[in-house]
């Protein structure tokens, strides 16, 4: 099964429709279905890692100031105990499990555009930010052995993302933002991911991974490929001169 990053930006784009959410539709449509789909979403933080073992994990509404359309989205896809129990499994003394998340505005916005009919279980694991890009390369490669059982790893954050710097409506990227979009873009596209373990030395790293949480995902997503993987940009934008909104798609 294919593996794929999401840049995810605002939860608006749930109800919009615009090139990044047509560039998701696509994509779901070109991917075979999957079993079930675990989900990394910048959203999901806790000290150690866990998987929501819920039968239907809730819809969690995880910011304000949006129109209240929004508000009232729900994601009703079924969870898999069994996918949250595996994941465990494979990361080993590292997770556990629990049902005290659902599926949060990282999976569900991004979902629901790919899958609206929501009837592909879904489980989120959560991010542990403490832990060294190394050691997050290192989950992904744990969680590899999921993609030939059927299952979709989808990770959903921003490899620029950076909410105190924005600018509302500049389309220019910021110049420590497009140095960091732009030197991350050439190494996933030239497939050179172990050179990720060491972002922080790239120019314009502070700034643009300025909490960790929207960067994680990407490094979990790669360090689940294969030799035989190739990543190819879904898009390549940047919006509102600290966000870029890059999303990329591996085997397939």
């Not at 840049?7 to 560039?23: I, K, V, Y």
């Not at 129990?85 to 080993?92: K, T």
């Not at 998340?101 to 489980?123: K, N």
Request: aromatic share 8%; hydrophobic share 40%; with cysteine.
């Amino acid at each position: 099964m294919p593996l794929a990053f999401i840049g995810h930006g605002s939860p608006m784009n749930a109800l919009e429709d615009n090139a990044w959410t047509r560039a998701w539709r696509q994509l779901a449509e070109e991917l075979p279905r999957p079993r079930a789909i675990l989900c990394l979403s910048a959203h999901f933080t806790t000290k150690g890692l866990y998987a929501v073992s819920a039968e239907r994990p809730r819809t969690i509404h995880d910011f304000y100031g949006f129109p209240r359309e929004l508000f009232e989205v729900s994601y009703q896809a079924p969870g898999s105990p069994e996918l949250a129990g595996r994941a465990v499994s494979l990361l080993e003394n590292r997770a556990g499990l629990t049902e005290d998340w659902g599926l949060d505005h990282g999976a569900w916005s991004v979902l629901r555009v790919m899958y609206p009919e929501a009837d592909i279980p879904v489980v989120q694991l959560s991010l542990d930010l403490g832990l060294p890009a190394r050691a997050q390369l290192g989950i992904g490669k744990a969680l590899s052995p999921l993609r030939d059982e059927g299952i979709f790893i989808l990770g959903s954050g921003n490899v620029v993302h950076n909410l105190r710097e924005i600018r509302p409506g500049q389309e220019t990227p910021l110049p420590w933002a497009l140095a960091f979009g732009e030197a991350i873009h050439r190494l996933v596209l030239d497939g050179d991911y172990e050179a990720l373990a060491d972002y922080q030395s790239l120019e314009g790293s502070g700034p643009s991974v300025n909490s960790g949480e929207h960067f994680v995902p990407l490094l979990q997503v790669l360090g689940a490929a294969t030799g035989a993987d190739r990543a190819r940009a879904i898009n390549h934008d940047y919006v509102w001169g600290s966000l870029s909104m890059t999303g990329y798609v591996l085997g397939g």
